[in-house]
């Protein structure tokens, strides 16, 4: 089966630029999340959906992060403006539809996305 | 609130020596425990996981973990490493949201 695919694979924008990330989940994923890996250190949950619906942003910076899931299957997370500290690997991952508050859910992550902002 | 702890940052190991990573884990309840591999330029790869029942679990690429819970551990282990384990290993907790140490990175030497 196919995996997770995102792109583009590496971007690098100035600050104050906008940039956008694209994620297409494994068919028949109903949970898609968005990672934030910063260099030494481990992915962070930006935002979590199950179907179109929002289930946590919790640790999403809104005044420059935003991202949707339209139509509950593709996925794009966008930076606007960029800051120097968004420099980071963006990592989507998908998994299937679990109960909310179910520790069993396995997920499967794409190859991520490479951020330098100069 | 759930979190784990990788105390080492980097391990460098001979070619077919043993390998053995660390993981501390802090979480009220019975935890669902993760450990994942990324390799350079690649996304995550999950290697095993425990759940509940047996304390050893086994994993792809020859990996074995123990759950105690006692220590609040969960380290991984593999008896013989290949130079293609040279990776970062992630350690993760999930109660409704994973939760990532720090990570090891692995180094092998021929």
């Known amino acids: 089966e196919a995996g997770v695919a995102q792109s583009p694979r590496y971007k690098i924008i100035e600050k104050r630029q906008s940039v956008a990330f694209w994620c297409n989940p494994i068919?028949?994923?109903?949970?898609l999340y968005w990672y934030q890996q910063i260099l030494g250190q481990g992915p962070k949950l930006l935002i979590q959906?199950?179907?179109?619906?929002?289930?946590?942003d919790s640790q999403l910076p809104k005044d420059r992060f935003s991202a949707e899931r339209l139509k509950g299957v593709d996925s794009t997370l966008k930076i606007q403006p960029a800051k120097l500290e968004d420099s980071a690997v963006y990592l989507c991952?998908?998994?299937?539809?679990?109960?909310?508050?179910?520790?069993?859910?396995?997920?499967?992550f794409g190859p991520g996305t490479r951020l330098t902002v100069t | 609130a759930q979190s784990v702890t990788q105390p080492d940052i980097h391990i460098t190991v001979s070619e077919g020596a043993s390998l053995e990573l660390r993981c501390n884990y802090s979480?009220?309840?019975?935890?669902?425990l993760f450990w994942y591999v990324q390799s350079p330029g690649q996304g995550l790869q999950l290697l095993l996981k425990?759940?509940?029942?047996?304390?050893l679990v086994q994993g792809i690429k020859g990996f074995e973990a123990e759950f105690k819970r006692s220590q609040s551990s969960f380290n991984l282990r593999k008896p013989s490493v290949h130079w293609s384990d040279a990776a970062e290993y992630f350690c993760?907790?999930?109660?409704?949201?994973?939760?990532f140490g720090a990570g090891t990175t692995v180094t092998v030497r021929a």
């Open positions: 993760a907790v999930n109660d409704y949201k994973l939760s």
């Open positions: 959906f199950q179907n179109n619906g929002v289930v946590d």
């Open positions: 425990y759940f509940s029942g047996d304390t």
């Open positions: 068919s028949g994923h109903a949970t």
């Open positions: 979480y009220g309840a019975t935890p669902y």
């Open positions: 991952a998908s998994s299937l539809e679990l109960p909310r508050t179910s520790g069993r859910n396995e997920q499967y």
